[in-house]
């Protein structure tokens, strides 16, 4: 099929979820189960789980119009399930019935999903981590701590990573699981940031089990599975509005024009340029997802990851310097953590919260060592315990 026609089956299904379940009047999980069962959610997946195995750019098709209408943008509503879970699930799940079973609750928003990664020890240097998975029968036997857990409180599955085999190199002894985060011996406890909210926490597992069937990937291939869920984590942090100056850029812009009372031109002018670097980051995501077919992001999604956080604490930056004084008034320090998954705040709060974003995901400076290696093909970064077994790594 072309991909004209491509387009205007996937145009006409999501009219189709419009006008059976409009948006604007029913519940947000039935409409976004209804757009799975369109196969609309990730339109590139496969028939029956979620897509139309048709080119990821026509994503923007379905949003623009399901959105359009009124939709939420089911991204910020389960991030981690939207942007990393899902396509974990639909590439690694060991059966057809369980990449269903785990995919409809998540596109529908009934099931929020959480990423199990970081630890106290290791969270750039990931691979290092100590969580470790025991085999017992058909059963995995989980123990350790796990750390900036975002949203943990309210996920109902977790993706983690632990360590199967101590005696073999770090990344070689890693193995993938999807954690029942209400099974016994998961504890949650929550962290507080910089906003006053705690939307991530510690999550403390202790002889917590999982059935080897919610094993994703093969024991010891973790890393390689891990890869799918980074990736995609990037390519959704980094991504940007598909609507010229909607998004970090269309809130300073409103700003700007809300307050006309504390305009200057120097303020116009660096209004100006980041309008142009939103832009140009825009246009370079909407490149990158026309030449994508059905395949997962590459290295490249660190581009948009690394240009964005770095971006959108400029831009609310700006938006303080507008403000002046007015900036430094935090009206609204709810010591919450009923985010509801939006974060969204008064802009001192986004101000606050973007501190983070050059932090998650993989911090900055990682993201330019991946950029050097991967596509520049610059030389390494020093690796002082490669081929090491991961017991003989020295650990603080
Ligand atoms: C808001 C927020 C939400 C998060 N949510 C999650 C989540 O849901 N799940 C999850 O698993 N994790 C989550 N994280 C954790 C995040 O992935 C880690 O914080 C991040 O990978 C950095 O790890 P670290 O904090 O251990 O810092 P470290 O790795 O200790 O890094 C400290 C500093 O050293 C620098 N550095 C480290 N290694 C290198 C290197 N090789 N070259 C150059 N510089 C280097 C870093 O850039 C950084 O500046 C979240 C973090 C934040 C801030």
New binding site residues.
């Given amino acids: 099929m072309s991909s004209v026609a491509d387009a205007d089956r996937v145009a006409d299904l999501a009219r189709q979820v419009v006008r059976d379940h409009d948006p604007k009047k029913v519940p947000i999980p039935e409409f976004l189960t209804a757009t799975y069962d369109a196969g609309l959610s990730w339109v590139h997946f496969p028939e029956g789980l979620g897509g139309l195995g048709v080119s990821r750019g026509l994503q923007a098709v379905a949003d623009g119009i399901l959105q359009g209408a009124g939709g939420p943008v089911p991204l910020g509503l389960n991030p ?1 399930g939207y942007g990393m879970a899902a396509p974990t699930v639909r590439e690694h799940a060991q059966s057809e019935e369980l990449k269903r079973f785990w995919l409809r609750p998540l596109a529908g928003t009934q099931d929020i999903w ?5 630890e106290p020890g ?5 691979a290092g981590l100590a969580t470790s998975a025991v085999r017992d029968g058909d059963e995995w036997v989980i123990n350790g701590q ?1 750390v ?3 949203l943990a409180h309210r996920a109902r599955w977790g993706l983690l990573l632990a360590r199967t085999d101590p005696d073999v190199a770090k990344h070689k002894g890693l193995t993938y699981f999807v954690l029942d985060m209400h099974a016994p011996g998961v504890e949650t406890r929550p962290l507080r ?1 910089l906003t006053g909210q705690a ?2 926490n510690e999550v403390y597992i202790t002889d917590a089990r999982i059935p080897d069937a919610h094993r994703l990937g093969a024991v010891g291939n973790g890393w390689g599975v891990a890869m799918t869920t980074l990736m995609n984590e990037r390519s959704a942090l980094g991504g940007s509005g598909a609507r010229r100056g909607a998004g970090t850029i269309a809130e300073a812009v409103g700003l700007w024009a809300a307050r006309p009372d504390l305009q200057t031109p120097v303020l116009r002018d660096r209004l100006t340029q980041l309008w142009l670097r939103s832009e140009a980051q825009r246009l370079t995501a909407q490149r990158s997802r026309a030449t994508a077919t059905v395949g997962g992001p590459g290295p490249e999604g660190s581009i948009g990851k690394l240009v964005g956080a770095e971006l959108n604490q400029h831009i609310y930056t700006w938006c303080m310097d507008l403000l002046g004084a007015e900036g430094i008034l935090y009206h609204s320090y709810a010591q919450d953590r009923d985010d509801d998954g939006d974060w969204r705040g008064p802009i001192q709060q986004r101000f606050l919260r973007s501190k ?1 974003n050059t ?8 993201m330019r ?1 991946i950029l050097a290696e991967r596509i520049l093909g610059l030389p390494g ?1 020093l690796r002082a315990d490669a081929g090491m077994a991961w017991k003989d790594v020295p650990r603080g």
């Avoid at 290791?122 to 990931?126: H, I, Y």
């Avoid at 932090?359 to 990682?366: C, N, R, Y």
């Fill in positions: 981690m959480c990423q199990l990664f970081s290791a969270g750039s240097d990931l796990k900036w857990t975002s940031q939307e991530f983070a932090i998650e995901g993989g911090t900055s400076e990682v060592n970064d």
